[in-house]
């Protein structure tokens, strides 16, 4: 691929891919805003660029979004056709649509809390370019082992003060799990992670993880859950997480003793958001985000039309 055709493909891509506007790109590559027209022009001309139009939402989705609305007391619903049988192409089909979704929630001078992991970071590249004035980000789980990639803690942080052009960032510098509440009493009177937890369980709006209860989970792999850990959460009726707060099917903690460990936002705290949404695209989280919801700590979801049928049975049951 020459220099010229490389150049085409990159400029589409940061264009229609990335949501770049034309300013953005012509700025990154000192080429004028008219080169940068051409340059998209001649990428759909040679069909480096596809475009092909969608229908409306279908009235099956708008059905589903009003139905489980109704059923479960939810503010905010969007259901998106179901892509694949594969989760991560799921969430990727997803992101664009529930980024936007979920940004039209956000108002000026909100204190916007982000938590981690694969769907939200692919819900924050897909972000698109708003202005919030006077808001502010805070991460509100602690973080996972250094060594999982699963965390994305940081970039997610990032890329959602980039998009949105909020300054004010605050992570949060302690592991999401410590042995006892003893140490989580001492880290959270610390001044510096005190202040932090104290923007945490202030926040207007939640970005939140759903986890299931399995080997698989992020806290299984790292080993802040032992396989003793997860038959003990099972047998008390866990079902998954919320931010790793775990719960059974109403929405109760099902082992506070474990809880207690746990440094993050709390259940109290997304209760008292005014928005608490969560992405989900495959039905084997039905279970964790039936709890969370009906334990009033989700009130806007993005969900594929698979696992909103699914989820519609599970509550009717």
Known sequence: MGY???????????????????????????????KISRLLAKAREE????????????????????????????KNVLVFPTASSDEGENIRAMAPAAARFFSDCVQDGDRIGV???????????????????????????????????TNFANEIIRQFGEKMYIDHKSTLPC???????????LLVHDSKIGSIMEQINTVNVAFVNIGILSENNCLC??????????????SKGSVGCICSHFINMDGSLTDPDYDCR????????????????????????????????????????????????????????
């Not at 475009?51 to 479960?72: F, H, M, Y």
């Not at 039936?290 to 989820?311: C, F, K, M, P, V």
């Open 4 to 34: 010229d055709s490389q150049l085409m493909y990159e400029v589409a891509k940061m264009y229609y891919m990335e949501n770049r506007t034309q300013a953005e790109i012509s700025e990154q590559f000192s080429l004028s805003r008219p």
């Open 47 to 74: 069909g480096v660029v596809q475009i092909s139009l969608a229908k409306p939402q279908s009235d099956s989705t708008q059905v589903l979004e009003e139905r489980l609305k109704k059923l479960l007391g939810l």
């Open 115 to 149: 938590s981690w992991g694969y769907t939200l970071l692919e819900l924050a590249k897909a972000l698109p370019v708003s202005s919030h004035s006077d808001a502010s980000i805070v991460q509100i789980a602690g973080n996972l082992d250094n060594a999982d990639s």
């Open 175 to 185: 592991p999401i799990m410590v042995e006892n509440s003893i140490i989580v009493d």
């Open 221 to 234: 792999r790292t080993g802040f859950i032992t396989p003793a850990d997860m038959s003990r959460l099972q």
């Open 262 to 317: 746990t440094i993050g936002i709390t259940l109290t705290a997304l209760k008292n958001a005014r928005i608490s949404c969560a992405c989900v695209a495959s039905d084997r989280k039905i279970l964790p985000l039936l709890g969370s919801i009906r334990g009033g700590y989700l009130n806007t979801i993005a969900i594929d039309s698979h696992s909103a049928l699914q989820l519609i049975h599970l509550a009717e049951e």
